[in-house]
């Protein structure tokens, strides 16, 4: 069975950088079994099974996989199937069926194989457990405890569909320091098998960019990401505290990839009434990369 593919760099305007993703049409023939294998034989962070609509008003059912499992959501895969999906003719409004729900999400082509899109979350971050100790933590990703820690700001564990201990380091230095360490890793990170550290400081490379982050994932079967969409929207939440945002819609930039020669720019909206988070919506731009049929 021949099946169209696109793959497409996302959270940049420019090819062989930002984050790589696969998207695979018409696959709903597939078995899970499959869809994994093919994942893995692509290779990149995350790939992306459009199946017809189940819901009602939905534009497309998606599956996101990762070489090595299935995630209910993910940021760079709705981001880059909304933008190909309204590049081949599926309107400017998407809505994506993911196993956390439905994303309503808005793409604007800026020609035949680009553009940007964003979409709101689903549900607000919420507290997802406490963080292993400084100590743990910066035994799993090479540091010391005292790179730890700016702003008053200690790890944590948030969520917006997926959970990650945020990791709050003192500038850049440290941050280029991060080595994942295998034998250290399941006492500061383990989550029911699902690791995600994300480390962010306000240190940045770009002027204008907000944070600089890195997120670590070896049990999920990506070693390091260039871009996490799914981390900055549970990121949503520490940021309206760690800036002290006021009432009204902002616009954050999330620098990623770098370390990985894969520069990523992702562009985080929180909305804020009587202080509070109340809405948020992630967005950035992508490009297509390559186009064609894999044999399933």
């Known amino acids: 069975m021949k099946l169209p593919f696109a793959t497409l760099d996302v959270f940049t305007e420019k090819r062989f950088t930002g984050n790589p993703l696969a998207v695979v049409f018409d696959a709903d023939g597939l078995g899970d079994a499959a869809m994994q294998t093919i994942a893995r034989e692509f290779g990149h962070p995350e790939t992306v099974f459009v199946l017809q609509p189940e819901a009602a008003g939905s534009t497309a059912r998606v599956r ?6 299935e995630l209910p959501f993910a940021g760079h895969p709705t981001v880059g199937t909304a933008l190909i999906l309204a590049l081949k003719g599926r309107g400017n409004a998407i809505v994506l ?3 956390i729900g439905l994303l309503r999400c808005t793409a604007a082509a800026a020609g035949a194989d680009r553009g940007q899109a964003r979409f709101v979350l689903p549900s607000l971050p919420k507290p997802a457990g406490v963080a292993a100790s400084r100590e743990a933590i910066a035994a799993a990703i090479g540091l010391t405890a005292d790179d730890i820690g700016f702003d008053r700001l200690a790890p944590s564990c948030w969520t917006a ?3 990650f201990t945020f990791v709050p380091v003192r ?7 991060c080595r994942p360490d295998d034998a250290k890793w399941n006492a500061a990170f383990e989550d029911g098998g699902r690791s995600l550290a994300y480390v962010f400081c306000r240190e940045t490379v770009e002027a204008g960019n907000n944070f600089h982050a890195r997120m670590f994932g070896p049990r999920v079967g990506v070693y390091e990401d260039p ?3 799914s981390a900055a929207a549970a990121f949503a939440e520490l940021c309206t505290q760690v800036l002290g ?6 616009r954050l930039v999330i620098e990623q990839g770098y370390e990985m020669r894969r520069p990523s720019q992702i562009e985080l909206q929180p909305t804020i009434k009587g202080g509070k988070l109340t809405t948020a919506s992630i967005g950035g731009h992508a490009v297509v990369v390559t186009e064609g049929m894999i044999e399933a």
């Open 97 to 99: 069926e993911e196993k």
């Open 227 to 229: 871009a996490t969409g």
């Open 245 to 250: 945002l006021g009432d009204g819609e902002h």
């Open 64 to 69: 996101i996989f990762t070489p090595a499992l």
């Open 171 to 177: 500038g850049l230095d440290a941050i280029r320091r």
């Open 161 to 163: 569909g997926n959970t």
